[in-house]
């Protein structure tokens, strides 16, 4: 017998379980997933990112800042510079623009605070100071003071050998009390040293 012909093989059909290209409306659905799911990434990126980032860098400066206070309330001894005009005013200290070797240290705590201020001046300049504080040669004292606790907190020392007079300027808070010393060892170029002492 001659066998029946063989038929033509059906195409698989979805229900057949075979699989079909994407068309190209699934391609184009399949690239906004993956393109959406990159732009939700880099937004998490960011809102995560930026504010500690942002974080990092304000504790890095509070730092620097914090070592650099640190480093001015906890320095020791007059050192060459002048105070600002800020701490001229509140300390009550008015500098004579000429003056030479100009120092000075500022102390901060709780209870007080205190300005260490040194310089030279002329004998002219010396009395425009003292007068510009409410004092004068006159009623200065031989001596010196400065308390041996604010002159070892500045780093200043008294010579026997030297000629030293001085005065207390006390005033009611909120006004600052200064103690004034000047050395007329060298009269042609005093040498004023003052601790001016506010209560905050």
Do not use: C
């Amino acid at each position: 017998m001659t066998p029946p012909p063989s038929l033509p093989r059906q195409a698989s059909s979805p229900d057949a379980g075979g699989a079909q290209p994407p068309t190209d409306g699934e391609r184009e659905d399949r690239r906004h997933t993956v393109r959406r799911r990159w732009v939700t990434a880099i937004i998490i990126l960011l809102l995560i990112g930026v504010p500690a980032g942002y974080l990092f860098i304000s504790a890095q400066q509070s730092r620097e800042s914090g070592r650099d206070k640190a480093a001015r309330v906890g320095a020791v001894k007059v050192r060459p510079d002048w105070p600002s005009k800020v701490q001229r005013s509140i300390y009550e200290v008015p500098i004579p623009m000429m003056a030479s070797f100009v120092g000075y240290l500022e102390t901060n705590n709780w209870h007080t605070s205190r300005l260490y201020v040194q310089f030279q001046v002329t004998p002219q300049e010396l009395d425009a100071f003292l007068a510009g504080v409410g004092t004068s040669r006159e009623a200065m004292t031989p001596g010196v003071s400065i308390s041996d606790r604010d002159a070892k907190v500045a780093g200043w020392s008294w010579s026997p050998n030297h000629k030293w007079s001085g005065v207390t300027l006390e005033a009611q808070e909120p006004r600052p009390t200064r103690d004034v010393t000047v050395d007329f060892t060298n009269p042609s170029a005093p040498r004023v040293y003052v601790v001016s002492t506010a209560i905050p």
